[in-house]
C-alpha cells in the first residue's frame, strides 16, 4: 500500500515537467487529450510500483522510496527551472559536478522543491509501520503487486497505443520527463556504456608519430596555445556579427591580418563531458560515440612526437585528457585579485606562464611547446561571477543563479560580460605569444574553440546539455578563432588571408585532432589532410 501511494505522488505531484509540457501540446486540449493523459499517468504510477514492488522489504523500502522522491524533486526543479531533461547525458554530468559547481546551482527554489516534494511525503512516510510478516509472505505479496502492476502497464500500452506512439515519435523530449525513471534510465544506460569502456585496456595510438621537416632546421622551436572555452555561444560574439561589441580587444587584433574568426563550427556534444574528450579523440563524433574501447588522445600523439605538452584547468579537471601529460589545477593557487573562494579568474593561466613552460623537459621544450589551457570561461549558472568588475561592460547584468528570476536583457548582460572577459585572456595569450615571435624566441600561434554553447532563456531553455538530436543551435553552434604570428605563417606556408577566406566552411570538432597535427608538422598515419582547415592554405 505505500508503494501505490509513494508511485502515485511521484506519478502526479513529482512529474509537473512533464504534465506543464504534455498540456502545451495543441492536440492534448481535448477531451482525448485528458483522458490519455490519465492513462499516462497510470502508466508511470504502474511502472514505478512494479520497481517498488521488487524492493517492498523491511529495511529497504523506505531508503528507496526516499532516494526515489529526492531524485523526482530534484529533477523536477532543474527541469521547471532551466527546460533541461534528464538523460544519460545529463546523469554523467551530475556524476562529475564538483563542489564549486553545486554551490552555483543551490538555490532557495531548489530548497522548496525538495520540501514539498520530497520531504513532506518523506515524513509522512517514516511515520508509518510496516507490518511484520514471514519471508514467504512478503514475498508473494511483492510478486502480486508486480503483477497488478504489469497488467496496468500492458492494458494502458495496448489502449492509447495509437497515441503513445504518436507523442514519442513528434515530441521526443516528452520521453525524458517522466520523472524519476528518466533518472533512473540515465544512470543505467551511462553505466552500459561507460562500465565496459572503463574496463578496456587504454589503446595507444599514433606510434608512428614523428616530427616533420620543418623541425630538421628550425631557428626557433613552436609554441601553440589552444584554449579551450567553456559554454561561449557564437551567437554572441561579434567577430561572428553580433550586435554588441563582445570582442573589442579581439577584433583590433583582426586588423593586424593574423587572426581569423570561424563563423560555422559545431561542437561534439552538448556538454563539457562529452565535448572535451571527443574533440581530443581521432575518432570523431560518430564513431567515438559508438567505440567501447578507450584510446589515448591528440596530447598522448603530440608528446609521443617529442613535442612538450602542458595542460592548464581552470575549471572541473581535464576528463582524463591530461592523464599521462605534465598537468596543473589552477583552482589550487590563491592568486591575489585572481582566487577567491576556490575559484580563480581565467588570467590566472596566464601568470607564470614562462616558469611553468621552463619547468617542462628541456629536451621537449627546444624542439617545440603546446600549451592546453581549460577555461573556466561562461559556466553558468552564476555568469556573473565568471567577468571581473574592469570588464564588467553591460550593466546591470543577473547577479542570481535563478536564472528565471532575472530580467532577460540582464541575464544577457551578464553572459555577454563573461565573452568581454574571454576576449580579453585571448588577446592577452596572443600578445604573450607576439612578444616571444618578436624577440624570436619562437613561432607562435594561438586556437580558441569553446567545447560547447548555451541557451539563455530561448524557448525557455537554459543551460545546455539536451541530447544533441534535442539541441537548439545555441548549445551546438560554437566560436573558434586562430592567431598566427608571422613567424608561424612564415614556417608553416599557411597565410590568415586565405584562412580568411575559408572561414566561413562547415567545420567541426573532429576537425580539431587534424588540424593540430598539420600544423605543428607532425608525421602519422592518423593524419587526415581533409580534416585538416589549415590545409587548403598551405
Same mark, same amino acid.
Given at each position: 500500500?505505500?508503494?501505490?501511494?509513494?508511485?502515485?505522488?511521484?506519478?502526479?505531484?513529482?512529474?509537473?515537467?512533464?504534465?506543464?509540457?504534455?498540456?502545451?501540446?495543441?492536440?492534448?486540449?481535448?477531451?482525448?487529450?485528458?483522458?490519455?493523459?490519465?492513462?499516462?499517468?497510470?502508466?508511470? %504510477?504502474?511502472?514505478?510500483?512494479?520497481?517498488?514492488?521488487?524492493?517492498?522489504?523491511?529495511?529497504?523500502?523506505?531508503?528507496?522510496?526516499?532516494?526515489?522522491?529526492?531524485?523526482?524533486?530534484?529533477?523536477?526543479?532543474?527541469?521547471?527551472?532551466?527546460?533541461?531533461?534528464?538523460?544519460?547525458?545529463?546523469?554523467?554530468?551530475?556524476?562529475?559536478?564538483?563542489? /564549486? &559547481?553545486?554551490?552555483?546551482?543551490?538555490?532557495?527554489?531548489?530548497?522548496?522543491?525538495?520540501?514539498?516534494?520530497?520531504?513532506?511525503?518523506?515524513?509522512?512516510?517514516?511515520?508509518?509501520?510496516?507490518? &511484520?510478516?514471514?519471508?514467504?509472505?512478503?514475498?508473494?505479496?511483492?510478486?502480486?503487486?508486480?503483477?497488478?502492476? #504489469?497488467?496496468?502497464?500492458? *492494458?494502458?500500452?495496448?489502449?492509447?497505443?495509437?497515441?503513445?506512439?504518436?507523442?514519442?515519435?513528434?515530441?521526443?523530449?516528452?520521453?525524458?520527463?517522466?520523472?524519476?525513471?528518466?533518472?533512473?534510465?540515465?544512470?543505467?544506460?551511462?553505466?552500459?556504456?561507460?562500465?565496459?569502456?572503463?574496463?578496456?585496456?587504454?589503446?595507444?595510438?599514433?606510434?608512428?608519430?614523428?616530427?616533420?621537416?620543418?623541425?630538421?632546421?628550425?631557428?626557433?622551436?613552436?609554441?601553440?596555445?589552444?584554449?579551450?572555452?567553456?559554454?561561449?555561444?557564437?551567437?554572441?560574439?561579434?567577430?561572428?556579427?553580433?550586435?554588441?561589441?563582445?570582442? @573589442?580587444?579581439?577584433?583590433?587584433?583582426?586588423?593586424?591580418?593574423?587572426?581569423?574568426?570561424?563563423?560555422?563550427?559545431?561542437?561534439?556534444?552538448?556538454?563539457?563531458?562529452?565535448?572535451?574528450?571527443?574533440?581530443?579523440?581521432?575518432?570523431?563524433?560518430? %564513431?567515438?560515440?559508438?567505440? @567501447?574501447?578507450?584510446? +589515448?588522445?591528440?596530447?598522448?600523439?603530440?608528446?609521443?612526437?617529442?613535442?612538450?605538452?602542458?595542460?592548464?584547468?581552470?575549471?572541473?579537471?581535464?576528463?582524463?585528457?591530461?592523464?599521462?601529460?605534465?598537468?596543473?589545477?589552477?583552482?589550487?593557487?590563491?592568486?591575489?585579485?585572481?582566487?577567491?573562494?576556490?575559484?580563480?579568474?581565467?588570467?590566472?593561466?596566464?601568470?607564470?606562464?614562462?616558469? /611553468?613552460?621552463?619547468?617542462?623537459?628541456?629536451?621537449?621544450?627546444?624542439?617545440?611547446?603546446?600549451?592546453?589551457?581549460?577555461?573556466?570561461?561562461?559556466?553558468? @549558472?552564476?555568469?556573473?561571477?565568471?567577468?571581473? #568588475?574592469?570588464?564588467?561592460?553591460?550593466?546591470?547584468?543577473?547577479?542570481?543563479?535563478?536564472?528565471?528570476?532575472?530580467?532577460? +536583457?540582464?541575464?544577457?548582460?551578464?553572459?555577454?560580460?563573461?565573452?568581454?572577459?574571454?576576449?580579453?585572456?585571448?588577446?592577452?595569450?596572443?600578445?604573450?605569444?607576439?612578444?616571444?615571435?618578436? %624577440?624570436?624566441?619562437?613561432? #607562435?600561434?594561438?586556437?580558441?574553440?569553446?567545447?560547447? *554553447?548555451?541557451?539563455?532563456?530561448?524557448?525557455?531553455?537554459?543551460?545546455?546539455?539536451?541530447?544533441?538530436?534535442?539541441?537548439? +543551435?545555441?548549445?551546438?553552434?560554437?566560436?573558434?578563432?586562430?592567431?598566427?604570428?608571422?613567424?608561424?605563417?612564415?614556417?608553416? *606556408?599557411?597565410?590568415?588571408?586565405?584562412?580568411?577566406?575559408?572561414?566561413?566552411?562547415?567545420?567541426?570538432?573532429?576537425?580539431?585532432?587534424?588540424?593540430?597535427?598539420?600544423?605543428?608538422?607532425?608525421?602519422?598515419?592518423?593524419?587526415?589532410? +581533409?580534416?585538416?582547415?589549415?590545409?587548403?592554405?598551405?
Amino acid at each position: 500500500m505505500l508503494a501505490l501511494v509513494v508511485s502515485g505522488w511521484l506519478a502526479t505531484v513529482g512529474n509537473v515537467p512533464l504534465w506543464r509540457a504534455l498540456f502545451a501540446l495543441p492536440e492534448q486540449s481535448s477531451l482525448r487529450g485528458l483522458l490519455f493523459a490519465a492513462g499516462f499517468a497510470a502508466l508511470i %504510477a504502474a511502472a514505478t510500483m512494479a520497481l517498488l514492488s521488487l524492493l517492498a522489504w523491511p529495511g529497504v523500502f523506505k531508503l528507496v522510496a526516499s532516494l526515489l522522491l529526492i531524485t523526482a524533486a530534484s529533477s523536477t526543479y532543474f527541469m521547471l527551472q532551466y527546460g533541461v531533461v534528464i538523460d544519460a547525458t545529463m546523469m554523467a554530468n551530475v556524476m562529475h559536478t564538483d563542489a /564549486r &559547481e553545486t554551490r552555483d546551482l543551490l538555490s532557495w527554489w531548489l530548497v522548496l522543491s525538495l520540501v514539498v516534494i520530497a520531504g513532506l511525503p518523506m515524513v509522512w512516510l517514516f511515520r508509518q509501520r510496516l507490518v &511484520e510478516r514471514s519471508l514467504w509472505s512478503h514475498a508473494w505479496r511483492n510478486l502480486l503487486a508486480l503483477l497488478g502492476a #504489469t497488467v496496468v502497464m500492458v *492494458g494502458v500500452l495496448l489502449a492509447s497505443y495509437q497515441d503513445m506512439a504518436s507523442l514519442m515519435r513528434n515530441h521526443k523530449d516528452v520521453r525524458y520527463l517522466i520523472n524519476p525513471l528518466n533518472a533512473l534510465y540515465g544512470v543505467g544506460k551511462l553505466a552500459a556504456d561507460q562500465v565496459p569502456r572503463a574496463q578496456q585496456v587504454l589503446q595507444v595510438i599514433g606510434e608512428d608519430a614523428r616530427l616533420g621537416a620543418a623541425y630538421a632546421a628550425q631557428e626557433r622551436p613552436p609554441i601553440v596555445l589552444l584554449v579551450v572555452g567553456e559554454t561561449a555561444r557564437a551567437a554572441n560574439f561579434s567577430l561572428g556579427g553580433y550586435a554588441r561589441n563582445t570582442n @573589442p580587444e579581439l577584433s583590433e587584433l583582426k586588423k593586424t591580418g593574423d587572426l581569423t574568426y570561424y563563423r560555422a563550427v559545431r561542437s561534439c556534444g552538448t556538454n563539457t563531458q562529452a565535448s572535451v574528450p571527443c574533440m581530443f579523440s581521432h575518432l570523431g563524433k560518430s %564513431a567515438f560515440e559508438a567505440s @567501447p574501447e578507450r584510446f +589515448e588522445n591528440l596530447l598522448d600523439v603530440l608528446q609521443r612526437a617529442g613535442l612538450a605538452v602542458l595542460w592548464l584547468d581552470n575549471q572541473s579537471g581535464c576528463k582524463g585528457l591530461c592523464d599521462r601529460i605534465p598537468n596543473v589545477l589552477t583552482r589550487t593557487l590563491e592568486e591575489p585579485g585572481l582566487c577567491a573562494d576556490g575559484e580563480c579568474f581565467d588570467e590566472v593561466m596566464l601568470k607564470g606562464l614562462d616558469a /611553468r613552460i621552463a619547468a617542462l623537459d628541456p629536451v621537449r621544450r627546444a624542439r617545440g611547446v603546446v600549451v592546453v589551457m581549460h577555461q573556466m570561461g561562461s559556466h553558468g @549558472p552564476a555568469y556573473f561571477k565568471r567577468s571581473p #568588475t574592469a570588464f564588467k561592460k553591460f550593466m546591470p547584468e543577473c547577479a542570481s543563479n535563478v536564472l528565471q528570476q532575472c530580467p532577460r +536583457e540582464q541575464l544577457i548582460n551578464a553572459f555577454d560580460n563573461t565573452l568581454v572577459y574571454t576576449d580579453h585572456v585571448l588577446a592577452s595569450a596572443a600578445k604573450w605569444l607576439d612578444q616571444k615571435s618578436q %624577440a624570436g624566441q619562437a613561432d #607562435t600561434a594561438l586556437l580558441y574553440v569553446s567545447d560547447h *554553447g548555451e541557451s539563455l532563456g530561448e524557448n525557455n531553455l537554459y543551460l545546455h546539455g539536451l541530447p544533441y538530436a534535442l539541441a537548439p +543551435e545555441f548549445q551546438t553552434h560554437v566560436p573558434m578563432v586562430t592567431w598566427l604570428s608571422g613567424a608561424m605563417q612564415k614556417r608553416t *606556408g599557411v597565410r590568415t588571408d586565405c584562412l580568411n577566406q575559408h572561414a566561413d566552411a562547415p567545420l567541426t570538432h573532429d576537425n580539431l585532432f587534424h588540424a593540430m597535427l598539420g600544423l605543428l608538422d607532425v608525421q602519422t598515419r592518423l593524419y587526415k589532410p +581533409e580534416m585538416d582547415w589549415f590545409a587548403a592554405c598551405r
